[in-house]
Each structure stands twice: as C-alpha cells, then as structure tokens.
C-alpha cells in the first residue's frame, strides 16, 4: 500500500513540470493571439476612421458644391439646386454606408478572431512577398 501511494507521488511530481510547461506555452499562445487581435482590431478601427473621413470629405465637397452651382443663374440654378440636393443625398448616404462598413468590420473581428488574425497574416505575407520583388 504504502508502494502505491509513493509511486503515485513519484508520477504526481513528473507531471507537474510538464502540466506547467503547457500551461506557460499556453498563455504565451493566448498573448500572442491577444496582441495580434489588438492589432487587427487598431487597424479596423484605422479604416473605419479613414471611410468615415472620406465620406464626409465627400459631403463636404457636395456642400460646396451645392453651392457654387446655385450661383450660377436663375434658370440654371433651379435644377443645379435639385441635382445638389441629390448629391447631398447621396454623399449622405455613403457617410452611413462606410460607418456601417467600419461598424461590420470591426463586428467580424469581435466575432471571429482566429480568422481575421490568420488573414491578416496572409495578407501581410503577401504584401511582403510582392514588395520583397
């Protein structure tokens, strides 16, 4: 009996080393993973800030435009006036397109993690192989 029990500590104390190497190789993974998700997630926030920049540069540029063609004559101004209020429009809505683009995208990332990191990391071996030649 007493045999049993010793061999049991002896078998206990083999394992512990091993029990915590592949704990500590298992939160070296999670941190790695953790920093590259981060990374992904700064880069989707990044295009989502520019879309958002271009769509309001868009608005913007059909504001003033807007308003220069108004100027231009009576007759003219009429429907120059009914085609900005259009452009408006339809800068408006690209402006809500990207935000919902960027809101999706960063959605993806939250919800498929592994995925979007391993993407990227094709991406990016991509990129390098073409500006490596």
Known sequence: ???ATKANDRQGQESSPNKEHAQQGAQAAMGAVSGAVDTVKEAASSAMNWASDMAGNAK???STAA???GDL???IGS?????AHDAK???GVAYDKAGELGRDFSNLVRRNPIPTVLAA???GFLLGRTLRS
């Open 73 to 75: 004559g009576s007759n």
């Open 79 to 83: 429907h120059a006036s009914e085609y």
């Open 60 to 62: 913007n540029y059909a």
């Open 1 to 3: 009996m007493a045999n």
């Open 89 to 91: 429009e339809y800068a």
């Open 67 to 69: 308003g220069a063609v």
């Open 121 to 123: 990391v094709g991406v």
